[in-house]
């Protein structure tokens, strides 16, 4: 028979210990007691128990000063702080220090036994933790890019054809994504990484500022220009220049980036002086720079001079297989920097990151893992460490299938309006549209496909899915079909046989 959970109860009060003995041991709990901090440690050194409820006021040792040392005889005990007197300082002090809850004396039965109970349960997450601590190392975590999947794979295989040459690279793709670390990789793996790298972020410089930014300015060229300087692209010379978010350039400055990458010539603001330059240019935007240019808000001459090789990321969601490894090289990075004792997340916590949306991409993963890791009170993030947010609008997955499941079964893609912040619209199935309570939306869709299934006579529930999935994949990717195989979680090559053999090349 399994063993039953064990529960240490330290306190100087002889009638709630044995309270707590007789409740708690009328739930199946091993119960023990201790009358003081000090007797508290040495039974929980020995048994070792899941979870200890600690009296903060003793005699001898304080339940506080019982807390830091029991932190490191008994590391993996959820520990419950008990005080009378709920104070701001003792609410910090003690999750500071480790503690798994505190509860305010006096309090119910029922209020107690439901907080052992959750702390049983963190214990019983903290032993299905992954470790992953010797990934450490790999060599795909360099470039500080980490992902394993086919859309990943084809966006490094373009930075390998790119990186040699001088092509003008233009990087796409929704805010979050990483594509500085895109630019910086192909600049690493150029002829120019032992020449300058600048990251300008056109969005973040005042429009009366971007100018000079880029360009440099004379002495008195104007108010508070007090010297001569050399703006980026003359001390990027032979380098590369990052020109991220450069779809809120303004036309004005637009106009001399284009001399800059057609001419390699600048000019300081207030100057007459030409000044040669050979920089290396790769920009990126979040924005449609095609609509721009309709609008006549960006330069179409720039646009198609930028535009040499186009580069378009995946947004998370299309590769959510990757979600495992990316919160490895986080944990890993944040453990090393000795920012977070958290090197290990439970097996739980890692189906809730796989199964959530990610509007906000790997920047938001990134957010989410600093501020588990921050919460953490051991060394493996759990479930209730995770944000509010993405805990209640994840689909739970398993990270050892995801990608290999039917389309239905995964997370719910995210459309246009949704990666702008507006409001989810999730398409039909067909004809029905699946409720959006989650508890409800699988059988509604078994529901449909069974309908579809009964009235089809060939019976080919597979391929009736499969056909509608594709057709639908395609169209919101503009036949795209790397995207769609993306979106698809299958490969190109599997993609184009089912075009075959669905016959849906026109």
């Not at 440099?216 to 978010?245: M, N, P, V, Y």
């Not at 060394?379 to 805990?391: A, H, R």
Request: aromatic share 6%; glycine share 6%.
């Amino acid at each position: 028979m399994p063993k039953s959970p064990t529960v240490l109860v330290i306190d100087d009060d002889d009638d709630l210990r044995y309270s707590l003995e007789r409740v708690l041991s009328s739930r199946n709990y091993t119960v023990l007691v201790a009358d003081s901090g000090e007797s508290g440690l040495k039974v929980a050194e020995k048994e070792k128990p899941n979870v200890i409820l600690l009296d903060n006021r003793m005699d001898g040792m304080s339940g506080m000063e019982t807390l830091q040392h029991m932190r490191h005889a008994c590391p993996e005990a959820m520990i419950i702080l008990m005080t009378a007197f709920g104070t701001t300082q003792t609410a910090i002090e003690a999750m500071k220090f480790g503690a798994f809850d505190y509860i305010i004396k006096p309090f119910d039965t029922k209020k107690i036994v439901s907080l052992t109970e959750k702390a049983l349960a963190a214990h019983e997450d903290l032993h299905q933790g992954d470790d992953y601590t010797s990934l450490l190392n790999s060599e795909d975590y360099k470039e500080g890019i980490v992902g394993n999947s086919e859309p990943m794979q084809d966006v490094f295989k373009v930075i390998g054809q790119v990186a040699a040459s001088d092509v003008t690279v233009m990087i796409t793709g929704e805010s979050g994504t990483g594509k500085e670390l895109i630019a910086r990789a192909i600049y690493q793996h150029s002829h120019r990484s032992s020449k300058p790298f600048i990251a300008v972020n056109c969005a973040a410089i005042p429009e009366n500022l971007i100018e000079s930014e880029l360009f440099g300015h004379e002495k008195g060229s104007f108010t508070g220009a007090t010297t001569q300087r050399q703006g980026k692209f003359e001390l990027c010379d032979g380098g590369t220049i990052f020109l991220d978010e450069i779809g809120d350039m303004t036309l004005a400055t637009q106009t001399k980036v284009l001399r800059a990458i057609q001419e390699g010539e600048i000019q300081r603001v207030g100057g007459t002086e030409t000044i040669k330059v050979d920089v290396r240019v790769i920009a990126a935007t979040n924005k449609d720079l095609e609509k721009l240019v309709e609008k006549k808000e960006f330069r179409e001459d720039l646009y198609y001079r930028l535009n040499v090789v186009r580069l378009r990321l995946p947004a998370l969601r299309e590769r959510l297989p990757d979600v495992p490894a990316l919160v490895d090289f986080m944990l890993q990075k944040l453990a090393k920097a000795r920012k977070t004792k958290a090197r290990r997340i439970s097996a739980e916590a890692m189906a809730i990151l796989c199964g959530y949306r990610w509007p906000g991409n790997v920047r938001e993963l990134e957010n989410a893992i600093y501020r588990s890791a921050v919460i953490a009170q051991g060394e493996t993030i759990l479930k209730k460490d995770l944000p509010e947010e993405v805990v209640a609008n994840s689909t739970p997955v398993d990270p050892d299938i995801i990608g290999t499941t039917p389309p239905f079964s995964s997370p719910p893609q995210l459309d246009d309006s949704e990666a702008e912040g507006a409001a989810p619209v999730h398409p039909p199935l067909t004809e029905a549209r699946v409720s959006e309570d989650e508890d409800q939306r699988l059988p509604a869709v078994f529901d449909r496909l069974y309908k579809l299934l009964r009235n089809d006579g060939k019976n080919n529930l597979l391929g009736l899915v499969e056909k509608d999935l594709i057709i639908r994949a395609l169209a919101e990717t503009g036949n795209n079909q790397a995207e769609a195989a993306g979106i698809l979680g299958m490969s190109r090559a599997t993609l184009r046989k089912r075009i075959e053999q669905f016959d849906l090349k026109e």
